[in-house]
């Protein structure tokens, strides 16, 4: 079924689930959110590099805030403030304009790195996304450096997206990249994350640059482990903490992730490149969008009588590639059991998509999607290149082999 | 001990408190526990792709268990393999528990996560799995480890410093590597951090005893900071990143530099004092203290 075929009301339904309100089967359980924000700081003129000698290190400053809260409750929270090349001494951060938060001393490069967390942060700043205006004052109480946090919130639905499959003169590496822009409340927040796998050339490690119309550069370096594998997320907000491994976005060479054009994986060395990506542009003409939703029913072998299902297809154009999902909800299962999602396509082949298990009250929820950026993301395996090519989906008991639901894509899509 | 040795020993508890390098406090009530194995293919199957080198083991196992205040907040299961004959495979914990089905790529390669709820009841929590493997479709192990059963961090047995000295003198740095126990097994660590870096281009490369083990990058106030460890994802640093495998004996690290993956010049190199058992013992109590006012 092709978008345009979807009624309306349907259409408005499909859209409300396509991001984020359909819980995965951990997300359900994910109840965990980290909101957070980094701002440089400004001179106000008061100071301005002691060390002349040093011409390529500026008085400057950064500030972080970072709250983490599980299920509301903050479980963890900080402000952490940077700084260089402010004249030797002592100095003090202040909070809203009143708010002394803590006092300093630089080492003798005038560089300091302070961090506040929890109870030593000041109640009237708790949480810190009360913080707007945060500045660093010196012994005078003069400002030398300030700056306005624009007001940080859990990450939003993606408003960009971006994917470049690497690949290799060597066909066993493989890898893929991929962008994200976010709104964090009324900031935004870019990714990028690049995944490497079957990597056994060495040396490690492997250096990772990007390539846009006006840049040439390398961002950082990615370390595979011993399967080859490895993984890095450049952000602007490094310690997020929703990546094992994330690295700051260099955003005064990149500052709009969309204008990524190449990725390329190469060695430090002899700069060989291993692998090679491009974030291709693709026209509205040639995607095909289609969105579905499939009412699964109990079999005649059913042992699970009260066992329910819904699996939701989709493909959804992206600013250079076709995302396709799908997102499957069961319940009535028998608690902590544990079901294969199996699907059937046009050719007949079958593929096990992956295995969900029954919560304590019998549910369970997962998605599939060969575009993952949080956490709780299943990448769709390989085999499944095309999901609207999918015609039958079944969910099997992972001990029994006993299918206890079973749907049918409507032959019109 | 000498009072000149315990100024020592303070000074260098001093040092690592003022440069940041310890781990969250474990005063903040936030326990990780979380291990990574290895899993070792008994024979069952060999890589059906013979063009590059493969490991003679072919998967890792990571269980990872978050707690604030006793209460768990976050867990997972984590399996890769790596060069299996591409198919289907399922994942069996603890001798006789299928805990989930997986398809390879084509190069045999998949990275399986089950976190949350999503992991099944009668393995949670995760620490409760000890026997972890990957079957085919006969049943017969293709991949097994065995967890040894990680707890939260001790006190560190091992620790050892560098100050990083560059021939520019507002370059600064420190490296630090730390061993602890977690539980039955060991968690190795090495901590850079390095400011004033304004030079181009990054990254800056990083080397430990003449070989290049990562790079390092410097955000808008020239300041870089990462964590090699054998559990990158602990949470404990913004950047973690595997441990080289060529240095699983961090002990062995005498000497680090950052360079310029150009040119190779080194901007800063340091070398390592080993902190003695007894300094280290001593040195727990810091885990407690705040990090407020560093500098």
């Keep these: 079924m092709r978008l345009t075929k979807i009624n309306l009301p349907f259409l408005t339904l499909v859209s409300s689930l396509l991001f984020g309100s359909l819980p995965s089967a951990t997300a359900s359980a994910y109840s965990s959110d980290v909101t957070m924000e980094t701002i440089k700081l400004k001179i106000t003129g008061v100071q301005n590099n002691p060390h002349p000698a040093v011409v390529l290190v500026p008085t400057t400053g950064i500030a972080r805030i970072r709250v983490e809260r599980f299920k509301g409750m903050i479980i963890e929270q900080d402000i952490n403030v940077q700084v260089a090349s402010l004249t030797p001494g002592n100095y003090s951060i202040r909070a809203n304009g009143s708010i002394i938060v803590t006092s300093f001393k630089t080492d003798s490069t005038g560089a300091a790195d302070v961090m506040i967390r929890d109870e030593a942060i000041p109640q009237s700043i708790q949480p810190v996304t009360k913080v707007s205006l945060i500045e660093v004052l010196d012994s005078s109480r003069r400002v030398v450096l300030t700056g306005r946090f624009k007001g940080a919130s859990v990450p939003g639905r993606p408003t960009i997206m971006g994917r470049a499959e690497l690949t290799s003169s060597d066909k066993n590496i493989k890898g893929v990249a991929r962008y994200v822009v976010r709104p964090i409340g009324n900031a935004v927040e870019q990714l990028v994350i690049v995944e490497i796998h079957n990597m056994y050339l060495r040396p490690q490690p492997y250096l990772v640059r990007f390539i846009s119309s006006t840049q040439n550069r390398a961002l950082g370096a990615i370390t595979v482990n011993r399967l080859g594998r490895g993984i890095i997320v450049f952000t602007t907000n490094p310690g997020r903490n929703e990546f094992d491994c994330e690295a700051r976005l260099a955003d005064d060479r990149f500052p709009r992730v969309q204008d990524i054009r190449v990725i390329e994986i190469y060695d430090r060395d002899t700069l060989r490149v291993f692998a090679r990506g491009q974030f291709k542009r693709v026209t509205p003409t040639d995607i095909k969008e289609m969105a579905t939703a499939i009412e699964l029913s109990g079999t005649q072998a059913e042992s699970i009588s009260q066992a329910q299902g819904r699996i939701r297809i989709m493909t959804r154009a992206r600013d250079n590639f076709v995302e396709g999902r799908i997102d499957v909800a069961l319940n009535g299962l028998n608690s902590g059991d544990v079901f294969d999602i199996e699907a059937e396509f046009d050719d007949g082949t079958t593929v096990i998509l992956g295995s969900v298990t029954g919560d304590a009250d019998g549910s369970s929820r997962v998605r599939f999607t060969n575009f993952p950026y949080r956490q709780w993301d299943t990448l769709l395996p390989e085999p499944v290149q095309d999901v609207t090519l999918i015609r039958k989906l079944t969910i099997r008991n992972i001990n029994t082999g006993e299918a206890i639901l079973r749907g049918t894509v409507n032959s019109d899509r | ?295």
């Design chain 2, 1 to 295: 001990m000498k009072i000149s040795n315990l100024i020592i020993s303070l000074s260098i508890v001093a040092l690592i408190l003022a440069s940041g390098v310890m781990p969250k406090s474990s005063a903040m009530a936030s326990d990780v526990i979380e291990e990574t194995i290895n899993l070792s293919a008994p024979g069952a199957q060999k890589s059906s792709l013979s063009a590059i080198a493969q490991p003679s083991k072919s998967g890792v196992a990571r269980i990872r268990i978050e707690y604030f205040k006793g209460i768990e907040i976050e867990e997972y299961l984590n399996v890769q393999v790596a060069f299996l004959s591409p198919g289907s495979y399922r994942i069996r914990a603890n001798g006789n528990i299928i805990v989930y089905t997986f398809t390879t790529d084509s190069t045999g390669a998949a990275n399986v996560t089950l976190k949350d709820n999503a992991v099944p009841l009668n393995i949670q929590p995760v620490t409760t799995v000890r026997l972890l493997e990957v079957i085919n479709s006969s049943g017969d192990a293709v991949l097994s480890g065995r967890f040894a059963g990680a707890a939260p961090p001790g006190k560190p047995t091992a620790i050892a410093t560098a100050n990083l000295v560059a021939t520019e003198k507002y370059i600064r740095g420190s490296a630090q590597y730390i061993v602890r126990p977690i539980g039955n097994t060991v968690e190795r660590l090495l901590v850079i951090e390095i400011w004033n870096m304004h030079w181009s281009p990054q990254p800056y490369m990083i080397g430990i005893n003449g070989t290049a083990i990562g790079a390092v990058v410097v955000n808008h106030v020239a300041r870089g900071k990462m964590a090699f460890m054998t559990n990158p994802g602990r949470h404990d640093y913004d950047q973690e990143v595997p441990l080289n495998s060529q240095f699983t004996d961090i002990s062995q690290i005498r000497t680090i530099e950052i360079f310029d993956h150009d040119s190779k010049s080194v901007f800063a190199r340091g070398k390592f004092t080993i902190i003695t058992s007894s300094s280290a013992r001593q040195q727990a109590p810091v885990k407690l203290s705040s990090r407020k006012g560093l500098h």
